[in-house]
């Protein structure tokens, strides 16, 4: 359904106000250039859930913005359904726009605080055509028991629901479009873990009955194990590992994927706890050179500060970038 073929974003700093003035005293002020994401390709399968798991500026966001279509990358291209999103125009455009919805991590921040839910949820599919006038009623009712909302509060707004409820009003109104992809960026990160189980459940079954696809976006390992056929590691702009899900948890590749899932042992087997990454995040103003990774790897060689390793097969439909795998 989805190829990213090498996807590269920069994005190019200004100086601010104050590094201006600087600059007018005398100091070295340059623009500098963020290196987001660099040369990412990932492709999703109709009906595939993949999880893209990553630390906090790894690029995540800005890949599925680009993948939904809602930003340009600087290189490379997304395919949809083997189309070149940036080629399609007029009707075709406005579709491909529809089917791929987006989900955010702050419902409260998306959702327009002086809307009803039901203009929340009935706007845009009305605007498209995708309901006529006298139906919207009650397709609104429908779409928000669809997503375990009473549509008995429909004329209520966002203020008025929990966060819970306010992140099923953002999936109604992604839904209400008939989407077939979603991209799901950090959808349940705001919200107690408790609720996180009652989404994330909603989001499977809205999978099973509508047939959708998802990219699902998190930092954290235990959000994804449960929800994704497969998952992506992406560190500093790059995919370092992709495979299944069950063989990544039980036997991961790559060495930043294993120390991602080191974590402490908890007492409830069914959630671990998953520890930070030992060593600091590096800038993507200056990533390091090689495997981004060497600065924090326990297996850094030579080579590693040099060449950049890349992703190659390791088993059948997994894939992993390090050269602890040519040895
Ligand atoms: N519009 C922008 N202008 C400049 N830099 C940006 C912009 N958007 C993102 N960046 C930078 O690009 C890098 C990747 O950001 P991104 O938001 O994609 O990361 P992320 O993996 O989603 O992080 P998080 O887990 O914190 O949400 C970061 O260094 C960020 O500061
Ligand atoms: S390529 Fe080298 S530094 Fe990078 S993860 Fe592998 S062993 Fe570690
Ligand atoms: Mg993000």
Known sequence: MIEARGISKRFVKMPDLAARIAGRLGA????????????????????????????????????GRIVAGIMEPTEGAILYRGRDLKTLQGAEAREAALQVQMIFQDPFASLNPRMRVEDIVGEAPLLHGIVAKRERSEYIDATMRRVGLDPTFKRRYPHQFSGGQRQRIGIARALAVKPEFLVCDEAVAALDVSIQAQV????????????????FISHDLSVVEHISDRV???YLGRVVESSPTEPLFA???????KALLAGAPTLDARRRIYEPVRGEIPSPLDPPTGCHFHPRCRHAMARCREEAPALKEVAPGRHSACHLNDS
């Open 28 to 63: 070295d002020v340059h623009e500098e250039t963020v290196h987001a994401l660099d040369g990412v390709n990932i492709d999703i399968a109709r009906g595939e859930v993949v999880g893209l798991v990553g630390e906090s500026g790894c690029g995540k966001s800005t890949f």
């Open 200 to 215: 994330l459940n909603l989001f499977m079954d809205l999978r099973q009955d509508l047939d959708l696809t998802y990219l």
């Open 232 to 234: 992506v590691i992406m």
């Open 251 to 257: 036997e991961p590749n790559h060495p930043y994927t």
